[in-house]
């Protein structure tokens, strides 16, 4: 292998690069994928909903034997408070029919692996147990990668970036920076095992119906994050993420954080008698849209986490960024191979789909999130409170008329949190939602 040329490494076995990896191979270019993991998904977390609109466009019978826990039919969404929540969900069958709504539930452990199973049918070479530590240089430009292996030294004509929200290659080519603690998620998640039948009555679900519940408010603690429980098989996800720098403002361990999570009030009932089956933790990039990394030079382009693609507001998307991304930097390797031109300038086509791609349109139109969220603290401690008290005394029926009642809640409100401020909120709010 050492003298051996590929037309492309892909750093990095999650599904931005695998996407990457699985275009390139089935147009006839010879790839080779960089795993550290004893194999792929062997060390990659998420949540758990798996968005495939884009694994759909480029394998439309995946669903003939991807690893699918559930498909996603009911999805909540959760203010919760100190001891309580005010929520809502929706639920339609037609999810349960077509499938359009292009969401499930997988275990990353799985499917990844069935991801890279399919990139060598199609052609590619995957190597696992290897970090790569650097780039080889060749008159002042990339010409390959240097890994811990034996005959370890891999040159290709391009390289893709998928190594993950912290890439230390990205950061030695200066395209992104250190990490923000005011803008790096850390997630922590339990696979709990419960049967098959408790997690239907539990969530209310038939057959292989899947449920997504989000938690926002109180969910970390008063920090600036949100909770989540989502339904596979036989076990359910069970998580909370919050940014570093609110973490720690707030003197919390991410455990205790999580373990507080599982024994609120509207929680536990779900998660009781569960048996632990997977404990992880992992970052997340959140910085949105005003610090993505820079994209591509020469003989290089960079996808998915890597790069910053995640869309961290209510829509928590992730893996379709990421897939889209490795889409769109496999498709601009394959002109860049039918021209044997592999400069900036040719790689820079990557830059351009992706400007007009879903991913970069979703992310600019909340590029804003993240500082708004970062500037209203109290819609994680003291709003989920007032309002939770609020709505207890409201729904309290103790012999007060109603229209008294109302009033003096007004008046409590009022007198609770300055209106201008509040008002600034819900504004505020409305970015981030809409």
């Known amino acids: 292998m050492a003298d051996e040329k590929f037309d492309a490494i892909v750093v990095g076995g999650g599904p931005a690069g695998l996407t990457a990896a699985y275009v390139m191979a089935k147009a006839g270019m010879q790839v080779i994928v960089v795993e550290r993991g004893e194999y792929c998904g062997a060390k990659n977390v998420f949540g758990g909903v798996f968005f495939t609109n884009v694994l759909r466009e480029i394998m439309p019978d995946f669903l003939k034997d991807a690893p699918i826990e559930r498909n996603i039919t009911k999805r909540r969404f959760s203010l919760m408070t100190p001891d309580?929540?005010?929520?809502?969900?929706?639920?339609?069958?037609?999810?349960?029919?077509?499938?359009?709504?292009?969401s499930f539930t997988v275990l990353?452990?799985?499917?990844?692996?069935w991801l890279s199973d399919k990139c060598e049918a199609a052609g590619a070479m995957i190597i696992t147990g290897a970090v790569v530590d650097d780039f080889l240089m060749k008159d002042k430009k990339i010409a390959g990668v240097k890994a811990r292996m034996e005959d370890g030294d891999l040159y290709?004509?391009?390289?893709?970036?998928?190594?993950?929200?912290?890439?230390?290659?990205?950061?030695k080519l200066n395209f992104?920076?250190?990490l923000d603690p005011k803008s790096t998620i850390i997630g922590v998640k339990e696979v709990i095992g419960l049967s098959e039948e408790r997690i239907r009555d539990r969530f209310a679900l038939n057959g292989n119906e899947g449920a997504a519940y989000e938690y926002f408010g109180y969910s970390a603690k008063g920090a600036i994050g949100s909770g989540f429980i989502y339904t596979n098989k036989d076990t359910i996800s069970v998580g909370v993420g919050a940014t570093i720098a609110s973490m720690l403002e707030h003197k919390l361990n991410p455990n205790d954080v999580l373990e507080a999570f599982k024994n609120h009030p509207t929680v536990a009932p779900l998660v009781r008698d569960g048996e632990q089956k997977e404990y992880s933790a992992h970052l997340i990039p959140d910085g949105g849209y005003k610090k993505l990394s820079k994209l591509s030079g020469d003989n290089v382009m960079v996808v998915g986490d890597a790069a910053g693609f995640v869309n961290a507001t209510l829509f928590h998307e992730g893996t379709n960024l990421a897939m889209e991304t490795g889409k769109l930097a496999g498709e601009t390797a394959i002109e860049a191979f039918k021209k044997k031109d592999y400069s900036a300038v040719s790689l820079s086509q990557y830059d351009t789909k992706v400007k007009n791609s879903f991913p970069m349109k979703d992310l600019k139109q909340f590029k804003n999130t993240g500082e708004t969220l970062e500037h209203n603290p109290k819609m994680f401690d003291k709003y989920p409170t007032l309002f939770g008290d609020l709505v207890a005394e409201l729904f309290t029926v103790d012999g007060e008329p109603k229209w008294n009642k109302e009033k003096r809640l007004m008046m409590k409100l009022l007198t609770s949190e300055n209106p201008f401020a509040l008002l600034k909120t819900m504004i505020d709010m409305r970015k981030v939602i809409i």
């Open 84 to 102: 309580g929540e005010i929520g809502g969900d929706f639920k339609f069958d037609r999810f349960n029919k077509d499938f359009s709504n292009n």
């Open 108 to 113: 990353r452990s799985k499917f990844d692996k």
């Open 156 to 171: 290709g004509d391009v390289i893709v970036l998928a190594d993950g929200v912290n890439s230390l290659l990205a950061k």
């Open 176 to 178: 992104h920076k250190e």
